[in-house]
């Protein structure tokens, strides 16, 4: 996802009792070795041994000592898991939203308090007493984000980030990263699996799973869409933030047969001037409609208006024909919602003619 990277500075600090430790081991059984006897879940789960350990998460191991009742989410993509999870009474936070939440889930989503829109300082974060953090962005657990992970761990408190941000992916650069191999929604999946059992839930999150499986099957059947050719415009009318081949858009054309006329760049979101834009010449736009206020032409109102004015992009073939697809952040962003971006740009393409 294409941010705003704001300067901040957090002091670190003691915020009240942690209920949470970790002891940087990891993995997704009990801890060999571990120095105090295994735990119940004393949330009444399915009565799994704690600690559970999490041998690799993007190069960590997690350890936790029992299963969160204290949890933060501190980005829209963890946050909407673990509430599809059924989790909302075991959250005290919620951060950096790009869109209204998944729907279905705003009776829960209420009941969690909002640190912030965008990110908390560290300080409000410990405000809240977590005692796990959950995360979808490197760079939200990182310089110029909320904290880091270590900040987090020296308090006793045990951080996730998604591995949708990290598998395959090299973030050492100063844009949204490189793909060093093709996201899948496998890799979803297995995020979902991991905070399932993080929290005691594992046949909570197979459910979820299958939910998502069954929907992908029925949105790609019945459908050819290899003619079709697709960009996918995130934020910025200045320097547009465009999908290279294999991050989410990459799922939602590879799920379709269709092609990613930036398919030749590995970059995340590569931003790209207007005239290599027309050059590529896409049959559809599918632009990101949201609700923050981070850059220029958020709103797909605000894209659609940029394009149908702008004398470099108002004779390309999909503005002439009004061949737009619009989705949420979160659905051009690695979470369960992309799965809404391959039903709803599949359903657009059919309805364009452009499906054989």
């Known amino acids: 996802m294409p941010l705003a990277h704001p300067v ?51 190069g960590r191991r997690v350890t936790v000592d029992r299963s969160p009742q204290r949890a933060v989410a501190l980005d829209q993509g963890a946050a909407e898991i673990l509430l599809s999870l059924g989790l909302a009474d075991r959250m ?18 209420a009941k969690v308090p909002r640190l912030a829109d965008r990110y908390p300082s560290f300080e409000k974060v410990l405000d809240a007493e977590p005692d796990f953090a959950a995360a979808s962005f490197a760079y939200t657990l ?11 761990e020296k308090l006793g408190v045990p951080t996730y980030l998604s591995p949708t941000d990290c598998v395959g992916k090299d973030n050492s650069g100063d844009g949204d990263g490189v793909r060093t ?54 934020s910025d009318a200045e320097s547009p933030y465009m999908a290279g ?5 990459g799922i939602v054309t590879n799920a379709l047969g269709a092609k990613n006329v930036f398919d030749d760049t590995r970059a995340e979101w590569p931003q790209v001037n207007w005239e290599t834009v027309a050059d590529r010449d896409p049959d559809v736009l599918v632009i990101g409609d949201l609700t923050r206020r981070a850059q220029s032409a958020e709103s797909a109102a605000k894209k659609i208006e940029f394009l149908e004015s702008d004398p470099v992009t108002r004779n390309m073939t999909a503005v002439r024909k ?30 364009y003619g452009l499906a054989k």
């Open 142 to 152: 990182g310089k110029g984000g909320v904290a880091d992970r270590e900040r987090f």
């Open 8 to 58: 901040r500075s957090a002091v670190l600090f003691l915020a009240g009792a942690l209920l949470l430790t970790a002891t940087g081991c990891g993995g997704g059984s009990a801890a060999p070795g571990a120095k105090n006897p295994p735990a119940k879940n004393p949330a009444g789960g399915a009565g799994q041994e704690y600690p559970v350990t999490l041998d690799d998460n993007c």
């Open 322 to 351: 009004k061949r737009y697809v619009l989705l949420s952040g979160q659905a051009m962003n690695p979470t369960i919602r992309t799965v809404e971006g391959i039903e709803k740009v599949a359903a657009a393409l059919r309805s």
């Open 181 to 234: 191999r093709p996201l899948t929604m496998d890799t979803v999946y297995g995020e979902i699996r991991d905070l399932a059992r993080v929290f005691d839930v594992p046949e909570r999150g197979e459910k979820l799973v299958g939910q998502l499986k069954s929907r992908v099957a029925k949105a790609t059947s019945g459908g050819d869409f290899t003619d079709a050719r697709v960009l996918y415009w995130f």
């Open 92 to 109: 005290v936070g919620t951060a950096t939203w790009t869109d209204p939440v998944l729907a279905g889930l705003e009776k829960e989503n």
């Open 245 to 249: 081949c294999c991050g989410a858009p």
